[in-house]
C-alpha cells in the first residue's frame, strides 16, 4: 500500500473513531493548493536540462504551512502529497501552530555538481516565491537537501520580498539558523521514546537496540542513546550493516562512518545482513529510513517490543495489524519524528522575534513539547480505547477539525 493510501486509510479510520460529520471529513483531505512548476537550467557542460519540482499546500487552518523539500529522483505526486498531508496532522499532534505541506525536485542531487543544485534550487524558488512565505508556507530540508539548500531559497526569496530569515527554517546558523536544528529529529526520537518507556515502568538505560538508517536522525538518536546508557548492538545504513551483542560503541563508528563513508569495516562490530537490522533479537527497533520498510514479509519475524518510526511511514498497514496482534507496541511517526518540526518552528520563533535561544534552551522547550505530546495522546487513546497510531491520529484530526470548524469552513 502506498503512502497516500496509508495516510488516507488512517485518516478515516480517526475521523470515524471521532464521529466527524462526512463534509468536513471531505473538506480535510482535499490539499489547498497544489503547485507543479519546470524547472530548467543550464549544466556545467552548457546542455540545458529541464526538471518538475512540487509544492503541494495541504492545510492552513492552524497557521501558516510547514514541510520539507525533498531532492530525490522518485518525487511523485502522490508521495508529496501524503507527505504534506501527514504534516497537518504532525504539527497538530506536535501542538504547533502550523499546517502541513511538502515538496521536492525530481532529481538525483548526487549526480548533480554543487553549481548545478544552486541553480536548480533558485529557478525553483524564482517559480514558487509568492506562493511560500513566512506567514503562509514555510519549507525546511528534507531528503536530498540540506542547511545549504535553505541559504539559497532564502537568499533568492529576499530578492524579491527583503531580507526574510524565517521563510525557510534549517538553514546555517549564521543566517539566522537554531541551535540544535541540526539533532533535532534524533533528539525528540530519544525524548519520544523515554515517554513511552516511563509508561511502561522502563528507561533507556539497559535495554537494547536496532537502528535502521544511519543518517541525520539515526547517527543522532544512537548517539543520544548511547550516552542515556542503552546498547545499541544492530546498525543499519545502504552501505552495510554492522552489529555487537555487547553494544556499539557509537561514537567511534559514527567517526568511522565520517572518515570512510561505510558502516562495513567497523573494528567494534560485525557485519550483518542489513535486511537482518529490521528482525534483530532487540527490545526496542527504531526505523530511520525509507518508508515501507516493515510489511507483511517481515512484520512476524519482528522481536522488538517496542516499534519507534523515526522515519515516514515505516510500517504499512499489513504489518501494523501483523505486529499488534503479537502486541508490539508501535510509537507512530506522526509523534515519533516530529522533534525535527518542532525545533523547526522554534528557529521560525526566534527569527521572527530577533533573538536566539541557547541550546539548552531548545533541548528543554523540546523536551517538554514532546512530553506534553505524548500525554495529549495517550489521553486520546483512555478516550477513544485505541492504540496509540490512531490515538495520535485522532488527536491531530481533532485538533484541525476544531480549528476549521470555529474559522468557519462553509462561508
Known amino acids: 500500500m502506498n503512502a497516500l493510501a496509508a495516510t488516507n486509510r488512517n485518516f478515516r ?3 470515524r473513531i471521532l464521529g466527524l460529520d462526512s463534509k468536513i471529513e471531505r473538506s480535510l483531505l482535499i490539499p489547498f493548493r497544489e503547485i507543479k512548476v519546470e524547472c530548467t537550467i543550464p549544466k556545467d557542460d552548457g546542455t540545458l536540462v529541464s526538471y518538475v519540482g512540487f509544492r503541494v499546500q495541504h492545510d492552513n487552518a492552524r497557521g ?3 514541510g520539507g523539500i525533498r531532492y530525490h529522483p522518485e518525487v511523485d505526486p502522490d508521495e508529496v502529497n501524503a507527505l504534506a498531508q501527514l504534516m497537518t496532522w504532525k504539527t497538530a499532534v506536535a501542538d504547533i501552530p502550523y499546517g502541513g505541506a511538502k515538496g521536492g525536485i ?11 543544485l544552486e541553480r536548480l534550487t533558485r529557478v525553483f524558488t524564482q517559480k514558487i516565491h509568492d506562493l511560500i512565505g513566512v506567514n503562509t508556507d514555510v519549507p525546511a530540508p528534507d531528503m536530498g537537501t540540506n542547511a545549504q539548500t535553505m541559504a539559497w531559497i532564502l537568499d533568492e526569496y529576499s530578492k524579491f520580498h527583503g531580507h526574510s530569515p524565517a521563510v525557510v527554517t534549517g538553514k546555517p546558523i549564521d543566517l539566522g539558523g537554531s541551535l540544535g536544528r541540526e539533532a533535532a529529529t534524533g533528539r525528540g526520537v530519544v525524548y519520544a ?3 513511552l518507556l516511563a509508561e511502561h515502568g522502563k528507561s533507556i538505560k539497559g535495554l537494547t537496540f ?3 538508517g544511519f543518517g541525520n536522525v539515526g547517527s543522532w538518536a544512537s548517539r543520544l542513546i548511547h550516552e542515556k546508557g542503552g546498547k545499541v548492538i544492530a546498525v543499519s545504513d545502504i552501505t552495510g550493516a554492522v552489529k555487537n551483542l555487547n553494544g556499539i560503541d557509537i561514537p567511534a563508528l559514527i567517526q568511522h562512518k565520517e572518515s570512510t563513508g561505510m558502516l562495513t569495516d567497523f573494528g567494534g562490530a560485525d557485519s550483518m545482513d542489513s535486511n537482518d537490522v529490521l528482525t534483530h533479537e532487540c527490545d526496542v527497533l527504531i526505523p530511520c529510513a525509507l518508508g515501507g520498510v516493515l510489511n507483511r514479509e517481515n512484520a512476524g519475524d519482528v522481536k522488538a517490543k517496542f516499534i519507534i518510526e523515526a522515519a515516514n511511514h515505516p510500517t504499512d498497514p499489513d504489518a501494523d495489524e501483523i505486529l499488534s496482534k503479537k502486541g ?4 507512530p511517526d506522526i509523534y515519533a519524528n516530529a522533534g525535527g518540526v518542532t525545533v ?5 520563533v526566534q527569527n521572527i522575534q530577533g533573538f536566539m535561544w541557547e541550546e539548552e534552551k531548545v533541548n528543554r522547550e523540546l523536551k517538554r513539547y514532546m512530553t506534553k505530546a505524548f500525554h495529549n495522546i495517550k489521553g486520546m ?7 496509540l497510531r490512531m490515538g495520535a491520529f485522532t488527536l491531530g484530526v481533532n485538533s484541525v477539525a476544531r480549528a476549521t470548524l470555529l474559522r468557519g469552513w462553509e462561508a
Open 328 to 331: 508490539v507496541i508501535i510509537l
Open 210 to 212: 536496532a537502528i535502521q
Open 193 to 195: 521514546t523515554e515517554a
Open 13 to 15: 479510520q480517526a475521523a
Open 106 to 116: 525530481g532529481c538525483t542531487p548526487k549526480e548533480l555538481s554543487t553549481s548545478e
Open 381 to 387: 487513546c483512555q478516550s477513544h480505547d485505541c492504540n
Open 344 to 348: 523547526s518552528y522554534f528557529e521560525w
Open 64 to 66: 501558516p504551512m510547514k
